[in-house]
């Protein structure tokens, strides 16, 4: 959601709703393993990773924007945004405390349980008689932590990406397709400033998407975003792959 309050100002606040899915199971078994030990890597998988979907609110951004049209051309468009994100997503308890002790524990979570301060710029600008091209970063810089000794990645992202026109979608107005490439690096984050083994990759996407608005003139956005590479600090075993990432956005 955006307000402007006094042009080129504006507020903006957005409230992700995600699911997450992990999938997890017991790969290249020795064929000397017995029952026993095959029963216990099966009982460790459940304890630390088992396959589950998650869903839940994540942390809710606040920025305050500005924005300048014709910046180098006629039709260009530059904002710059300043702000906090607000912890409202869950957090967890430090898995690896209560996996030594065996007990059951996740490690996902959907927050840092932080204010963590944000930027972003964006510029896009004509290309032809009816397309647009554009690109953005955005870095979001956790500076403490939160009640269970967590301190979240530092995450750099940015992208480059090209719309165009489509036709009408439904009773809305014109729809325009996406597509583009999205370059993400988190770093890894710590639990009572120990590194935590599971955080931290970089990864290069394509998305393709569609976006629309409707008769109410709020901005809709269909987003697919799939892996080309990805690398993490302990990619070399092959423990880890990322999935694809379906996106649904409305903005007011």
Known sequence: ????????????????????????????????????????????????????????????????????HDVGEEGAFFSASAGTTFPLGRTEENPYIAGDVGESHEHIQFGNGTFDPIVELFYSRPLGEDSIISAFCQGRFPGSTNDEGFQGSQSIQGGIGAMKPLGNFGSGETSFGLAGLLYQDYGQATWDGVIDPNSGFTTLSGTLGISWKDEEFRNWSLTLVLPISIDTPYSSDGSYESGPVLSLGVGF
């Not at 309050?5 to 606040?13: I, N, T």
């Open 1 to 68: 959601m955006e307000y402007t309050f006094d042009e080129p100002w504006a507020v903006r606040w957005r409230l992700p709703i995600e699911q997450k899915s992990r999938t997890a199971s017991v790969g290249s078994i020795d064929p000397a393993a017995t029952p026993i030990e095959i029963e216990a890597m099966e009982r460790n998988l459940q304890l630390h990773h088992p396959s589950r979907t998650l869903t839940g609110f994540g942390d809710m951004e606040m920025l305050l924007c500005w924005h300048k």
